[in-house]
């Protein structure tokens, strides 16, 4: 009978701790959303849609990741002829994921406008991703274009995402035009390097401390994207570390949970980093010397600290 009663407790704590961690779940998610242009997210993960190595590979990464938007390219949905090109839209649709048009590939400010114009009307969405390339060996966008072509997207009703670098003078002038969020690269795209300006981007945070900023190109590894995260970034977006990943399905989970961990440890406050140790075990009234106030004879060696982590 005792053994029943206790069984039955202890049941009824796990139930009791599962219920709770349900809740505290559930209030965090709803709690700690994404904002972009007023509307909730609950996933902090961008995913794209290109180079996967097959339709299966791309669902499976969808499902694994189950991230708060995808990117599509205009190109590929006017580009679209066979089956496999039907299937990819018709697989977008059925998961339900929120679209983000992308202007990849354009050069001049006119291309993108008009891209953007035609992907709202194709994909039935004033979302965009505004890319506008400069150079074609690194990637980087026109920083005078981009304003431009912000400008002119925002006053025709669209809720611009951006993709700049981290120069914070951009950043503010994208502001300017009416973007309320921006998406500052890692790294060149495509590269995996992981964030090459740990500085500049730093800085981006804490001057605008206020707007969302999604790190968007160059990171390679799970890892690269917690640790944005736990500087404060808002949210990544990802495409060739999941698509080209031998894996591609088990590197998107992991993305995914690397993310929310670096969330997570953003929110917790992490410790301040220092120069010099700091015993972790508390030493006050142990039996022993205390190195401070410890004299050594003149000519002695002075014996190492007992004070250990």
């Not at 009978?1 to 219920?19: E, Q």
């Not at 505290?24 to 849609?49: E, K, N, V, W």
């Not at 590269?191 to 707007?211: I, Q, S």
């Not at 301040?272 to 006050?284: G, K, L, N, Y």
Request: charged share 20%.
């Amino acid at each position: 009978m005792t053994h029943r009663r206790h069984a039955t407790r202890a049941d009824n704590l796990a139930h009791g701790s599962l219920k709770l961690t349900e809740t505290m779940m559930h209030s965090h998610s709803t709690a700690d959303a994404l904002i972009l242009y007023g509307q909730p997210f609950t996933s902090r993960l961008l995913l794209g849609t290109s180079r996967y190595p097959s339709l299966h590979a791309l669902e499976a990464s969808l499902v694994a990741a189950q991230p708060a938007m995808v990117t599509v390219a205009l190109r590929r949905q006017l580009a679209a002829q066979g089956d496999a090109d039907v299937g990819f839209f018709d697989a977008l649709k059925c998961r339900g994921a929120a679209l983000l048009p992308n202007t990849a590939g354009c050069h001049a400010v006119k291309e993108a406008v008009t891209t953007a114009q035609m992907a709202r009307e194709v994909f039935e969405t004033d979302w965009i991703k505004l890319e506008l390339i400069g150079d074609d060996y690194t990637l980087q966008p026109d920083p005078v274009g981009l304003i431009e072509a912000a400008d002119i997207l925002v006053r025709d009703g669209f809720k611009v995402l951006p993709y700049c670098t981290e120069d914070l003078v951009v950043a503010r002038r994208l502001l300017d035009v009416g973007c309320e969020a921006l998406m500052p690269w890692g790294a060149p795209i495509g590269t995996g390097k992981g964030v090459v300006n740990p500085y500049g981007l730093k800085l981006l945070r804490e001057r605008l401390t206020d707007v969302p900023l999604i790190v968007d190109a160059g990171l390679g590894v799970p890892s690269h994207a917690c640790q944005v995260m736990e500087w404060g970034f808002d949210a990544v977006l990802l495409n060739t570390a999941v698509s080209q990943a031998a894996r591609p399905e088990a590197m998107a989970r992991a993305f995914a949970s690397a993310v929310e961990a670096g969330r997570e440890a953003y929110l917790a406050g992490p410790m301040p980093e220092r120069d010099s140790a700091h015993a972790s075990t508390p030493v006050v009234g142990m039996p022993f010397w205390h190195q401070d106030d410890y004299r050594a004879p003149e000519g002695a060696a002075v014996p190492p600290s007992n004070e250990r982590a």
